[in-house]
């Protein structure tokens, strides 16, 4: 990667559909990641691999898959929140189909949300994250993991800095091809970021790379992707429209916004390979399928 570009990952088809209240349509979704593949996405998250009765949007997880392009510039990933979503995304692979490309591992680091989340405190996600990509990785799937909750609990109020690296110092010693920092609840703010982004990248040492996961509950996504850019991450999640929320976290709202990050960076001098235009088209016509104007500042300037 050129020193003045970043990777976007889209999170539009998995985290910004998760928390719809309409089920959308499978043809619908396969359409939208490949409007989303033409507008320069080339790392999308699709789905994930959680029980339908807890997030019936991802229902058709599967099936989703089985439609995707196989496109060799493409790679897609899963969302797994144990071991029985590693084996249900290395199941899509069966058979020589394509399947996705990698699993996205997930651990909390708040013992009450992580409960709630997925049924794990701290220590057993550790665990289970541990064992999850060690799985993984031996049967062939590429594997990374983000550490959910990064910056605030919805229930137990502020995480420590020191929880949070603790936690990646863990998971380091399994060697995931990144560690992501995500503001579950959009509390953080860029101070916050460039410390723990920081102390993160100390900890890593350019071994493994940071990817950084904001939501813009609060307002200050934007600002946080700029301080996590300036404390060294090169990859961002973020959502087309800004779209998204965790169906397990109050008042939670969506990711970044896809347009709103590509404005901010190539305005900065920061290529992303991304069609900024055709993103926004994208933006205007998921808009109309959903029947109500997406949050994107950028989009709505346009």
Not at 88 to 116: E, N, P, Y
């Amino acid at each position: 990667m050129a020193a003045e570009s970043i990777e976007l990952v889209e999170v539009g088809p998995r985290d910004g559909l998760q928390n719809e209240p309409d089920i959308i349509s499978t043809e619908v979704k396969l359409e939208l990641i490949n409007r989303m593949l033409d507008y320069g996405a080339r790392r999308v998250e699709v789905a994930s691999f959680v029980h339908p009765q807890r997030v019936p949007q991802m229902a058709d997880a599967e099936a989703v898959i089985a439609g995707l392009p196989d496109r060799a510039d493409a790679t897609y990933i899963g969302l797994v929140l144990n071991k029985r979503g590693v084996l249900r995304g290395l199941a899509t692979r069966d058979g020589g189909k394509r399947g996705i490309d990698q699993v996205g591992c997930v651990l909390v680091a708040s013992d009450t949300f992580g409960q709630k989340n997925q049924g794990h405190t701290i220590a057993e996600g550790i665990a289970e994250n541990r064992d999850m990509i060690r799985f993984a990785k031996a049967e062939g799937m590429r594997a990374q993991i983000t550490i959910s909750a990064a910056f605030g609990c919805p229930f137990e109020g502020t995480v420590k800095p020191e929880t949070v690296l603790a936690i990646a110092e863990e998971m380091v010693i399994e060697e995931p091809e990144e560690i992501a920092l995500a503001d579950t609840i959009g509390v953080g703010t860029p101070a916050q970021v460039s410390e723990l982004f920081g102390k993160l990248g100390e900890l890593l040492e350019g071994r493994i790379p940071m990817r950084a996961h904001f939501h813009n509950t609060r307002g200050t996504g934007i600002a946080n992707a700029w301080a996590a850019y300036q404390a060294g991450a090169r990859i961002f999640d973020a959502s087309l429209g800004g779209l998204g929320g965790c169906p397990f976290a109050p008042k939670a709202t969506g990711n970044i916004a896809t347009e709103d990050l590509i404005y901010m960076m190539e305005r900065s001098g920061i290529d992303s390979g991304v069609d900024l235009d055709a993103a926004i088209a994208t933006n205007r016509w998921f808009a109309e399928r959903l029947g109500r104007e997406l949050s994107s500042m950028v989009a709505r300037a346009a």
